[in-house]
């Protein structure tokens, strides 16, 4: 079975200030795929970054940075300098890469409000 | 291009009437598409998988007379929800796999039902 944590309900940070979003992940899988997805207010899903389990690089795009670490099952999510757009919930997912296990299983999801 | 639209985008009717959910994939042929719902303030939960020319795979808890969907061509796949009621109302989400990538999924910007 497949599940993903994110223990962080909502987070507050100040315009500016870094935050750290946190997503632990459980599988069985010796080889899964991992996600991070931004859903405003609209309500439409963004994708933001998918990471396969072989390539444990971290990755950086703008101000977004994206930590793998597959000793502790964690992929969290960095934005530096936050802006007020970057106000949303968060959702990390993990998905199974066996052909027939295409199931998305997402996070609770993490509420970020950013204060201008 | 992975283009995925949903119709309508918002939709109140009536306790007992059906509902009928179009989501197309753009520019991309779909074998798979997969429908998830989120409720207010918590996350997507997948309701059933639909592959092109067969019956779709519900998941658990998940009524397959309620939730009637179809996925009768590479690029339409539709969700009826019949005899709504109250608790029905939702966020209806799509999401679309091409052929051949198993990895990704393109999601639909959803589809807010209210039912009074």
């Known amino acids: 079975a497949q599940k993903v944590t994110q223990a962080q309900t909502e987070i507050s940070v100040v315009e500016k200030e870094d935050v750290t979003l946190d997503c632990v992940y459980e599988t069985r899988d010796t080889t899964y795929y991992l996600f991070w997805y931004k859903q405003p207010p609209s309500g439409e899903l963004v994708f933001l970054i998918r990471r396969n389990s072989f390539d444990e690089q971290n990755e950086i795009s703008g101000r977004y940075s994206w930590n793998f670490q597959k000793s502790t099952s964690s992929f969290n999510f960095t934005i530096t300098a936050s802006q007020v757009v970057d106000s949303a919930v968060y959702f990390c997912a993990l998905k199974g890469s066996n052909f027939g296990n295409e199931k998305l299983t997402f996070g609770t999801g993490t509420r970020l409000t950013i204060i201008p | 291009g992975a283009v995925v639209s949903q119709h309508p985008s918002r939709v109140i009717c009536k306790s007992g009437t059906s509902v009928k959910i179009e989501c197309r994939s753009l520019?991309?042929?779909?074998?798979?598409m997969f429908w998830y719902r989120q409720f207010p303030k918590q996350s997507l939960m997948l309701m059933a998988t639909s592959n092109e020319g067969s019956k779709a795979t519900y998941e658990q808890g998940v009524e397959k007379d309620k939730f009637l969907i179809n996925h009768a061509s590479l690029t339409l796949s539709t969700l009826t929800v019949t005899s709504a009621h109250p608790e029905d109302s939702s966020f209806y989400i799509c999401?679309?796999?091409?052929?051949?990538?198993?990895?990704?999924?393109?999601f639909g910007p959803g589809t807010r039902l209210t039912v009074l």
């Open positions: 999401s679309a796999r091409e052929q051949g990538n198993y990895n990704e999924q393109f």
């Open positions: 520019d991309f042929q779909a074998t798979t």
